[in-house]
């Protein structure tokens, strides 16, 4: 009798010690959330987008300054060529009118999200994760776990053709969540 209650607390002892190591392993670390993180951003990029206009169109050398700044700008970087420029005077006016079509060139092809006839969608800023925070734990259980990380911005060429949603900073943190299952272990829900 004494005998079996020994074996019965050895084998509670035992249950105890596998129970509680198990979850241990189900906790998330802070790199292992980092990691799950960054293969995410690795295979579905962050960034913002703009549009810009690729079709024909005209330029006021007083009103359109900035853009033909902008646009002059990436044509001395290579992005773009402009192409069937011409100029010219109004009658009576001290304006100059632009009429030019941009062309995209080869070093432009890492920017481009989506092509249309008339306009490109742009990247304007591309996030990066910072590498030397620690990801911010918000809600940590054995079973989900929701935290947030710090993206660092990256100003494109095509900036300027863009809005930013946060032009006060030079980054953003983004909230992921993940779940721990059995099967799969830690892994980001969308």
């Known amino acids: 009798m004494m005998k079996q209650k020994l ?5 509670l002892g035992i249950f105890s010690i596998l129970n509680n190591s198990c979850k241990d392993s189900q906790d998330i670390s802070s790199g292992q959330a980092m990691s799950m993180v960054t293969d995410y951003v690795a ?21 359109d300054q900035d853009l033909i700044v902008k646009l002059q700008e990436l044509e001395s970087e290579g992005y773009i060529e402009i192409i069937d420029e011409k100029k010219r ?11 030019i079509t941009p062309t995209l060139t080869d070093k432009s092809y890492p920017y481009i999200v989506k092509q249309n006839r008339n306009n490109v969608e742009v990247k304007t800023l591309i ?22 990380v710090l993206l ?29 299952t059995p099967e799969r272990g830690w892994q980001l829900v969308k």
């Not at 074996?7 to 084998?11: A, C, D, K, N, R």
């Not at 960034?47 to 006021?60: A, C, H, M, R, V």
């Not at 660092?152 to 030079?170: A, C, I, R, V, W």
């Open 43 to 63: 295979e579905n990029p962050i960034f913002e987008t703009g549009k810009f206009q690729i079709n024909k169109f005209k330029l006021n050398s007083t009103k």
């Open 89 to 99: 005077r109004k009658w009576f006016s001290k304006d100059s009118v632009f009429i």
């Open 127 to 148: 996030y990066e994760i910072d590498l030397k925070q620690e990801v911010n734990f918000e809600k940590k259980t054995s079973k989900q776990a929701t935290f947030n």
């Open 152 to 180: 660092l911005k990256e100003k494109t060429p095509f900036y300027q053709f863009g809005k930013d949603s946060n032009p006060n900073s030079d980054f953003i943190t983004r909230k992921f969540k993940a779940r721990y």
């Open 7 to 11: 074996h019965l607390i050895l084998l």
